[in-house]
Each structure stands twice: as structure tokens, then as C-alpha cells.
């Protein structure tokens, strides 16, 4: 029992740590979402080459999702007419570049992991893009896109289909600051929540139990931490295979990669694992039925070269710099609640979330809720078509 009440006294000390950062994150991304529309970005994304893909990355990062619902949000794009290597690029961008991201890894982990993400994240993608235009042949590309056309569910899918933009004309600032922007807001505030709450929640309590239960020195022996050249080789290539058996994507796997990082996990390892959660087999599953098996193992082969990659340049990179911190600085919160900034700021931002869920409420947002895993080509552009008829 002890040992049970000290994996969720860690759980919870990393919860309480991290919640205005999420808070912030997505409302930020719910900012943007609410008067970009997703029409736009097809019309964005429709070759490979490095501008769109740049492009691409830079309407991923705005538009933050959960793993789930970036991978849907890819294929709903494929099927719509974006370039498959723009829309892998989005994909990619929405889950690893986004801010709420970046502000936790600062706050659990160091300044020097979030500009190893930006760094990295652009660097897996242009990887990813040379290994699709050597290897990606044009009978696999319509073998992917007829199975994508048959429209197979996956999951998220209400979710992605949804447009949530403001309807109305006008200035960024007009939008958002009207009766409109403020619902449209609220509704991707607390969509992208719900989509991520469940992986958010695995991955705080195995983070907990994996610090509470595992020893530091079975992680040092795995990640051959005595031997500083064989753990840069090693890490990058063992964090994606950690990510894949693990289960938890998106968010969720911060507070594990903290975990892996005080346990021995190489600076490039860790970057390569948070990388990975695209490639968690429930995703790979999904990726089977969006666009068949060989397009798959095609995704998991260049996913998994272009992480790795992108672990050794950043390990390369900031190594060099002298920017890698020292993993025995490393901390684990457990330390709870106290009266310090990080409270206040909780509480501020807990209001904020407060009054953006009663407005989703009081405007439609239980239906949306019911729809988010419905149908991929109808589901949720209905369900918020009718809660804005509500709302008006």
C-alpha cells in the first residue's frame, strides 16, 4: 500500500506542477484554431515541396492536437487533396511542435529540452521528407490514398472532422474578440482537452509508478550509462522502441521521458522517445486501416529513421554547444502543493479553464463531446454546425 500512495503522491506532485502550462498550451492553440479554418490549410498543403512543407509545419504547430486526432487530421487532409508528405509534416508538427509542449518540458525537464525540440521537430521532418521522395513509390502513394478514401474509422475521428473557426469576416483581433470568437475558443479549448486527457492521465501514473518502483540502476544498466559513447548510440535508437511499448502519446509522455532521463536515457534518447509517440501501436493499428499494412510498415520504418536521426544531430548538436544539462540535476516533483508561483499561476489559469468549459456548456459542447469519435466524414462538422445554431 505504501509504495501504491507513493507512485500517486509522485503522480500528483507532476500533475500539480504542469497544469497552468497545459492550461496556457491549449488555450493558445484554441486561440488560433478558433479563426483559422481547416479549408485553408488544404488548400496550403498541396505539393512537397520546402516551403509548404514548412508551411505545413508552421499550421501543425498552431493548430496543437492529440496524437490521435493529428494522425485523423492527417488523413482527413491526404483525403481532401494535401500533398501525403505535407500532411505527415502537419502531423508531426501538431504533436511535437506546439507550445504546451515545449513550457513543460522547460518546466519538468529544462529550457535545453525545448529547443531541442524546435530543433529536432524540423529536422525529423525534413528527414522524413527525403526519405518519402527516395523511397515513397507512386503505387504505394494510391494504394494509401484508395485505402484513405474508403473513409475507415479510426479514432478521434468527430474530433478531427470538426471545424471550429469563427464563421464571421473581419480582423484576427474582431474575430476572436467577439461573442463568436470567445464560443469558438472555449469549444477547441475543451475538445483538445478531452482528446488528450486520457493519455495524459496514463502517462502522469505510469511516470509514477515507473519512479516509484523501478530502480535508478536498472535504467543505468539499460541505458549503459558508464559507457558515454555507447549511450549516445544507444539512446536514440532504444527511446522510439520505449515510446512504442509504452502506450502513451502526446503530452503524456513528458513525465515519463523525465523518468528515463534521471534514470540514465542519453539527451538525443530523450528527444528521439517524445518523438515516438506517432508511432505507439494503437497509432500503428490505426495507420493500418487509414492507409494498409505496407503503407504502415513504410510509416514505421522512415518515422523511426528520421527520429533516431534527429536524436543523434540534436545529441550532436547541443553536445557541442555544451547546452546538454547535467542528468543528476534532475528532479522528480514530489514535493505536492505549497504556496509558491506555481500555485498562483494553477489558480489564475484553473479560473481561465473555469469559465471557457461553462461557455463550451452553455453553447452545444455536450453534443460535440458525443461526437468525437464519429464518423470521419460527417460526424463532427454536423455536431458543430448544430452547436452553433444553438449558440446563435
Not at 179 to 199: K, N, P, Q
Amino acid at each position: 500500500m505504501n509504495a501504491v500512495l507513493h507512485a500517486l503522491k509522485i503522480t500528483g506532485s507532476m500533475t500539480w506542477e504542469i497544469t497552468w502550462a497545459l492550461i496556457l498550451g491549449f488555450a493558445l492553440s484554441a486561440v488560433v484554431q478558433a479563426v483559422v479554418r481547416k479549408a485553408t490549410v488544404v488548400g496550403l498543403l498541396g505539393d512537397a515541396r520546402p516551403r509548404t512543407l514548412a508551411v505545413a509545419a508552421g499550421l501543425g504547430a498552431a493548430s496543437s492536437s492529440c496524437s490521435y486526432a493529428a494522425v485523423a487530421l492527417a488523413r482527413s487532409l491526404f483525403r481532401r487533396g494535401a500533398d501525403f508528405t505535407a500532411a505527415m509534416a502537419f502531423e508531426i508538427a501538431s504533436t511535437n511542435l506546439v507550445v504546451e509542449l515545449g513550457v513543460i518540458l522547460a518546466l519538468l525537464m529544462g529550457w535545453q529540452f525545448t529547443a531541442a525540440e524546435f530543433v529536432g521537430g524540423p529536422v525529423m521532418i525534413v528527414l522524413l521528407a527525403v526519405l518519402f521522395r527516395l523511397f515513397l513509390r507512386d503505387a504505394l502513394l494510391r494504394e494509401a490514398r484508395a485505402q484513405a478514401d474508403e473513409g475507415r474509422a479510426g479514432s478521434m475521428e468527430g474530433h478531427a472532422a470538426m471545424d471550429m473557426s469563427v464563421r464571421t469576416e473581419g480582423s484576427f483581433a474582431r474575430r476572436l474578440l467577439s461573442g463568436e470568437g470567445w464560443t469558438a475558443t472555449s469549444h477547441v479549448f475543451v475538445m483538445e482537452w478531452a482528446a488528450i486527457l486520457r493519455d495524459l492521465v496514463l502517462g502522469l501514473l505510469i511516470a509514477g509508478a515507473v519512479a516509484a518502483w523501478v530502480p535508478d540502476t536498472f535504467w543505468q544498466t539499460f541505458f549503459f550509462e558508464g559507457h558515454p559513447l555507447a549511450a549516445k548510440i544507444w539512446g536514440p535508437l532504444i527511446g522510439p522502441l520505449v515510446a512504442i511499448a509504452s502506450f502513451v502519446c502526446s503530452i503524456g509522455n513528458v513525465p515519463l521521458a523525465v523518468v528515463l532521463w534521471k534514470g540514465g536515457i542519453s539527451f538525443g534518447g530523450v528527444v528521439a522517445f517524445i518523438f515516438a509517440d506517432l508511432l505507439i501501436l494503437p497509432i500503428l493499428n490505426i495507420y493500418r486501416k487509414y492507409y494498409g499494412a505496407r503503407t504502415t510498415l513504410f510509416l514505421l520504418g522512415t518515422f523511426y529513421a528520421s527520429m533516431v536521426v534527429a536524436g543523434y544531430v540534436v545529441e550532436l548538436l547541443f553536445g557541442g554547444l555544451g547546452l546538454i544539462p547535467d542528468p543528476a540535476d534532475a528532479t522528480i516533483p514530489m514535493e505536492g502543493v505549497s504556496w509558491n508561483y506555481t500555485t498562483y499561476l494553477n489558480i489564475v489559469f484553473l479560473l481561465l479553464a473555469a469559465a471557457l468549459v461553462v461557455r463550451f456548456f452553455r453553447t452545444g459542447g455536450r453534443g460535440m463531446l458525443r461526437m468525437m469519435g464519429g464518423s470521419p466524414d460527417t460526424g463532427g462538422g454536423e455536431g458543430h454546425r448544430h452547436a452553433q445554431a444553438e449558440q446563435g
